[in-house]
């Protein structure tokens, strides 16, 4: 079982930054591979970014290659997701996950724990 809880969201203009960190508590932190998604108003859940067990292989989605960086403290049970030049585009609720799995899937339906999301909004 792992409890999941993201923070650092909230209200910025485009072009900015911000900070997303997503605190787990639970037991072997380790031998998840850990991802953010996102959620806009009347649309699906999408994969933003993932990242292995150890952190040494990331995936990112096309739309954030270059702008986002997703990390991981195996020692703190927290993984971050650094968001930089921020669109209007980039507005929904960010969600953390975690999967029990060997490598990192796109699908939302793979992820075995969420946290409850957190708000970003990009003011144009």
């Known amino acids: 079982q792992v409890q999941l809880v993201e923070s650092g969201g909230g209200l910025v203009q485009a072009g900015g930054s911000l900070r997303l960190s997503c605190a787990a508590s639970?037991?072997?932190?380790?031998?998840?591979?850990m991802a953010w998604f996102r959620q806009a108003p009347g649309k699906e859940r999408e994969f933003v970014a993932g990242l292995s067990r150890t952190g040494g292989r990331s995936k990112y989605a096309d739309s954030v290659k270059g702008r986002f960086t997703i990390s991981r403290d195996n020692n703190v049970y927290t993984v971050a997701l650094q968001m930089n030049s921020l669109k209007p585009k980039d507005t929904a609720v960010y969600y953390c996950?975690?999967?029990?799995?060997?490598?990192?899937?796109?699908?939302?339906?793979?992820?075995?724990?969420w946290g409850q999301g957190t708000q970003v909004t990009v003011a144009s």
């Open positions: 639970g037991r072997a932190f380790s031998n998840y591979v």
């Open positions: 996950a975690a999967d029990n799995a060997y490598y990192t899937s796109q699908d939302p339906r793979q992820y075995d724990y």
